[in-house]
């Protein structure tokens, strides 16, 4: 059976479909990167609030509590700043530049873990029972509990 034009059209389109789609999934780190500047900020804030009324935050805590929010939202606007520079240099960027832009934002993300843990681990220390447990869930869970599909991006800006 000779194959007609058509099927050879068809299978024409699906290539250029699939072609697209390939270079639209090599290229969209910077699309995604481009569309949440500022989000780390505006997400951690979100965070900050949620995460101040699961944990009951007493009125004796607050002074921990504060410090755990400012590391927050020093390491959202360092991924910010970073983020940006990224999107900025994108379309100039060789493979390698690409390599070492990312690689500034996972350094940022892991000294940004390092500087929260002992901010966070303070205010645990002085957290009633209920509260060590929910600060648990949390943690081991993320917002999954609550409805949410985050996980532990809950508390490092990202």
């Known amino acids: 059976m000779k194959p007609?034009?058509?099927?050879?059209t068809y299978v024409s389109a699906r290539l250029i479909a699939a072609a697209t789609l390939v270079t639209t999934l090599a290229f969209?780190?910077?699309?995604?990167?481009?569309?949440?500047?500022?989000?780390?900020?505006?997400?951690a804030e979100m965070r900050i609030k949620d995460?101040?009324?699961k944990l009951k935050i007493t009125t004796a805590e607050e002074k921990q509590w504060t410090k755990v929010?400012?590391?927050?939202?020093?390491?959202?606007?360092?991924?910010d700043t970073l983020t940006q520079a990224r999107v900025d240099r994108a379309k100039d960027m060789t493979a390698v530049d690409d390599l070492k832009s990312y690689g500034?934002?996972?350094?940022?993300?892991?000294?940004?873990?390092?500087?929260?843990?002992?901010a966070f681990a303070d205010l645990y220390a002085g957290m009633s029972d209920e509260q060590k447990k929910e600060a648990d869930t949390l943690f081991r869970h993320g917002d999954r509990k609550h409805g949410h599909k985050h996980g532990h991006k809950m508390l490092d800006g990202k």
Do not use: C, W, Y
């Open 4 to 8: 007609s034009g058509n099927q050879f």
């Open 28 to 43: 969209a780190p910077v699309v995604v990167f481009a569309a949440e500047k500022d989000a780390h900020e505006d997400r």
């Open 51 to 53: 995460m101040h009324a």
């Open 69 to 79: 929010a400012e590391a927050m939202r020093d390491n959202a606007k360092t991924m």
């Open 104 to 118: 500034e934002i996972a350094e940022a993300h892991a000294a940004g873990i390092k500087k929260l843990t002992p």
